[in-house]
């Protein structure tokens, strides 16, 4: 199997991204460039999610229609990502006919085999999560029911609707859950099980009339009612690998697909999801690789806390998106939730990306133009060194396997501080030739280069443009027989920033 096929969830452009979206954009581009590495054939998907009672609204508050407005924001989040290097294969877009088709055809196809029904709904609806809220799943404000995520008031909504028998899928999704290990880390399959286990599972409404939310793909049988924007927003997932235009390349990429997702959206992408694939007689995906938040001061990150931070001042901050896509992969946590700051992020970015890889390149770049014309032949590499390398560049492999990107970026860091203190115990500076000291280094620079390349591409790619190495499989890596560095510039690659009080 070696085809790799990862997907990020598709953005609400009601707004431009900002360093949430960054968050899980960049993770998922690391593990797609790392596995571009590994000479696999990758598909990368990512792309907005333009329908919905959301952009609608949006679109009304600007007064555009919303075709206007997504196409403006699709051009937005291109831009962004292109800014931060995002190596993506296809954008997706819910407007474009094709995925329309694809939603439409499922709707019906489930609806034939009796899947999908009509029946009467009520219940509290979150205009900003496009979800119904059930007793116990929301919060009470003075009495009224308030959505536990935005903290807004919930509105009551009463309409006929059609329903995906979800409940029908229990003992599969229990089965599936508790055995097929695809939900990663583990620990959200067991609060998906145990949810199911405690609250049974409903029906859920997957359509609206279309004089409550008109902007959406409608109901193919039935033009009063627009489809739920959920079950449009997941099938993007198989639309974007062809599934309605080239089925052997979907059939190629689906086989091994990754669905990047934060907490936020577990729900969706196992219980409704997996049901929605079985309906369909598609597979389960391989894996659904589930993150936590990056909050400030406590709080989720997002529009509605209006703690934003955004992805200009970021990447202007940090000289570019080398700086900003290490910092995020480096605070990447898929259990726990992340604080940042801007001084916790000025401190990784200097302390890190300067102080210790910038350092340890111009360091061993400036001694090699010094001393031997930036000429380094193939000597001995240093024994300890050697072994040094062999058991970071391993583990970083197994850690990078595991979808631990930043467990995978410590320890080349921790790599490069031994780099560093092998120049201060060697001193190459004093030596008439210091050779072999100069070759074991750029032998540790060039295995840190490769394995950083995922997440520092630009930097990477100068370096090794620079000293005369290829950007090759770090799992193919072998030392000492190089035969030589060219060295022609000790490039800074980061230039370090002040340091700032908290935000
Ligand atoms: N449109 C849906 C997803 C449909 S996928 C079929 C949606 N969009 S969203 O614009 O709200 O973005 C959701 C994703 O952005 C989250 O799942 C998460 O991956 C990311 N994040 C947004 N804010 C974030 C943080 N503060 N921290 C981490 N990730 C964040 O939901």
Redesign the pocket.
Known sequence: MNTFYITT????PNGPPHI??A??TVYADVLARFARLLEKDVFFLTGN?EHGLKIQRFAEKLGKTPKEVVDEMATVYRDYWLRLNISYDYFIRTTDSVHEKVVMDSFRKLYEKGYVYKDKYGGFYCVECEKYYLPGEYVEVEGKPYCPIHNKPLEYLEEETYYFKLSEFKDFLLQVLRNDKIVYPEEYSLEVTSRIEKEGLRDISIARPVERVSWGVKVPFDPSYVIYVWFD??L?YITGAGYATDPSRFEKYWVNVHHV??K??LWFHTAVWFSILKALDIPLPKKVLV?A??INKGL???KSAGNVISIDDLLSRYNGPDGVRYILSRVFNMSKDSEVSFELMDAIYNDELADTYGNLVRRVGALAMKKLKGKIYRREVDKKLNEQITLRLNTYLERMGNYDVPGAIIEIMELLREGNAYVNNTRPWEKEDPSKELYSLLELIRVSTITLAPVIPNAASKVAEEFGFRIENPARVQLGVLERYNIRNAPILFKKVMPQQST
Request: charged share 15%; net charge negative; proline share 5%.
């Open positions: 969830p598709i953005y609400y949430g979206h968050y899980t999610d927003a997941l993007n997702v934060g936020d959206i993150h938040f990056l989720k990150i997002g």
